[in-house]
């Protein structure tokens, strides 16, 4: 029977350690990290987002700040207002989530963050940094999938990995965190040729193309550890008419009798995300005040 990786006991986990760091920091510094989230119009997905990433800083003893903006704000002045928190010396990250409305440029907005409080690892700066080898804020979906292979195995160097998926998100910071465990790394996606026989190669399978279980068992080696990134939303007739369901790009319940370890979805990698946010926050106070902790 395959391991089940749960992201929510390890998500829980880390929370609490994270939490034992702030109180530290509090008692030698005097002072806890800040994070500033800006949330642009009103998708129902990103208030609650939002609102648990809110609630979970509060948990782990931090500041957090909500700046709530009308999906009509014009681009200047949400650049305006990543500029006062830039300025600002309590916020040590700051976070805009997407998805953006149309008419913003997202990329430019994302941009617009100071490279050292940019906790979601999406500025070029960052990107840079990480591709190449130095100390860089990684974006969380990926530095989660990292922390949870490295629970389960005790040295990742040598492995086979294949990740599908080539997002600036997901997929290639996933593939340079890996390269530098000193894994074997090859980076697939819908359009690769072969892609069934590439998947049969890895002893760690990466499933972050976003297509709703279009990794089948017969993708997966026996044995392997398959991470899935993908969070779909389909039909789900046996629940009733108009009922929907959350699944993968894995096959899970094909998947699981093929795997050595496997995340499900839900309750795998997503729950990953928020701590690991949490996370970078405290790495950037802690690099942008000279504080000392241990991560």
Not at 143 to 157: A, I, Q, S, Y
Not at 162 to 188: D, F, H, Q, W, Y
Request: proline share 5%; glycine share 8%.
């Amino acid at each position: 029977m395959a391991k089940i990786l749960d992201g929510k006991v390890f998500a829980k986990n880390l929370r609490d350690e994270l939490k034992g760091i702030v109180s530290i920091l509090r008692e030698e510094y005097g002072n806890v990290p800040g994070l500033a989230v800006v949330l642009v119009g009103d998708n129902p997905a990103s208030e609650v987002y939002v609102r648990n990433k809110g609630i979970q800083t509060k948990e782990c003893g931090m500041r957090s700040y909500e700046h709530k903006l009308a999906s009509t704000v014009q681009q200047d002045d949400l650049l305006k207002v990543i500029k006062q928190l830039n300025d600002d010396p309590e916020v040590d990250g700051i976070l805009v989530q997407l998805p953006l409305p149309n008419h913003i440029d997202s990329q430019k907005v994302l941009d617009s963050i100071d490279p050292e409080k940019d906790v979601d690892g999406f500025h070029i700066i960052n990107a840079g940094r990480l591709a190449t080898g130095g100390d860089a804020l990684v974006p969380c979906t990926p530095l989660g999938c990292l922390l949870l292979l490295k629970d389960h195995f005790d040295e990742l160097t040598g492995k086979n990995v294949v990740v599908i998926g080539r997002s600036n998100i997901v997929g290639k910071p996933m593939a340079a965190l890996l390269l530098r465990e000193s894994c074997t790394v090859t980076i697939a996606h819908s359009k690769s040729n072969n892609l069934e026989e590439i998947c049969q190669r890895a002893d760690i399978l990466i499933a972050a193309v976003g297509k709703p279980e279009m990794i089948t068992k017969d993708f997966i080696k026996k044995g392997a550890v398959v991470l899935d990134v993908g969070i779909n939303r389909i039909a789900a007739p046996e629940k009733g008419p108009g009922k929907m369901k959350l699944v993968g790009d894995v096959a899970f319940h094909e998947a699981k009798n093929r795997v050595e370890a496997i995340t499900p979805v839900p309750g795998g990698i997503g729950p990953m995300t928020i701590a690991v946010l949490l996370r970078n926050t405290i790495q950037a106070a802690c690099n942008r005040r000279a504080w000392k902790c241990d991560l």
